[in-house]
C-alpha cells in the first residue's frame, strides 16, 4: 500500500496550532503504518509544518529565521517527529514529503534538518511539487494548491513593497483567522 496524509498543520506555538488535540492520534497512526507489513510508502501530501496559522501580531520566526522555526515545530510536535523519523530511519517504508501551501517557503534544507533522510518530491517554482510513487507513474500526488488562486505562490503581488514574496492571499486571510481564535473569536 501507499498511505498517502496531508494537512498535519504541526506548529511551533501548541496555544494555538490546530493539530495540537489530534496529536496523540497521529502519533498512533504513524505507529501502525510503521508496523504494517504490507506499507511500502509514506507519502505527506503537504502541509506537514505551519508557517501560516500563526496570529497577525506574531512575529513567525521571533527574531529569528526559518530553520529556528522548523526546530521549534520538530520540538512542539516532538512526538511526531519521532515517529516519522524512526519510520524514516528503519528504511523499510520510503517517506517522501510534497509541500503544501502552509509550507509553501519551508526549504528543502530546513525540512531535511528535522526528518533527516526524508524523500523531497520538489517542482522547479518554489512551493510545488508533484509525486509520483515508486513503480506508479501515472499516479500524481500533489498538495493541490497550485490550481487555487487563494493559496498558490503568487511571485507577483507586493513586489515593491516585499521583493522576492511568493505569499499568495490566503496567507494574510489565515494570520487573519489564526488572531481571532487566539481572542476567542471564532
Same mark, same amino acid.
Given at each position: *500500500? ?14 494555538? @496550532?490546530?493539530?495540537?488535540? $489530534? ?22 501530501? =503537504? ?8 496570529? @497577525?501580531? #506574531?512575529? #513567525? ?30 528504511? $523499510? !517504508? ?6 503544501? $501551501?502552509? &509550507?509553501? #517557503? !519551508?526549504? @528543502?534544507? $530546513?525540512?531535511?534538518? !528535522? ?13 510545488? =511539487? #508533484? ?35 511568493? *505569499? ?7 494570520? !487573519? @483567522?489564526?488572531? &481571532? ?6
Amino acid at each position: *500500500m501507499i498511505v498517502v496524509i496531508s494537512d498535519l498543520h504541526l506548529g511551533a506555538d501548541l496555544d494555538y @496550532a490546530e493539530c495540537k488535540e $489530534n496529536l496523540p492520534s497521529l502519533e498512533k497512526l504513524l505507529k501502525q503504518i510503521k508496523a504494517a507489513q504490507n506499507v511500502k510508502e509514506l507519502v505527506i501530501a =503537504g502541509d506537514l509544518v505551519d508557517e501560516w496559522f500563526v496570529p @497577525a501580531t #506574531t512575529d #513567525t520566526y521571533q527574531g529569528k529565521d526559518q530553520a529556528d522555526f522548523v526546530r521549534r515545530i520538530a520540538t512542539a510536535n516532538k512526538g511526531v517527529f519521532d515517529a516519522l523519523n524512526s519510520i524514516i530511519h528503519e528504511g $523499510n !517504508i520510503l517517506v517522501t514529503y510534497v509541500p503544501g $501551501n502552509h &509550507d509553501l #517557503t !519551508i526549504t @528543502a534544507a $530546513n525540512i531535511e534538518s !528535522i526528518l533527516p533522510g526524508i524523500n523531497q518530491a520538489r517542482d522547479a517554482v518554489q512551493g510545488l =511539487g #508533484t509525486y509520483s510513487p515508486v513503480d506508479y507513474s501515472k499516479i500524481a500526488i500533489e498538495h493541490g494548491h497550485r490550481y487555487n488562486f487563494f493559496c498558490a505562490p503568487d511571485p507577483l503581488s507586493n513586489q515593491d513593497i516585499a521583493p522576492g514574496t511568493i *505569499m499568495p492571499p490566503g496567507y494574510f486571510f489565515t494570520r !487573519i @483567522a489564526a488572531l &481571532d481564535v487566539i481572542q476567542n473569536f471564532p
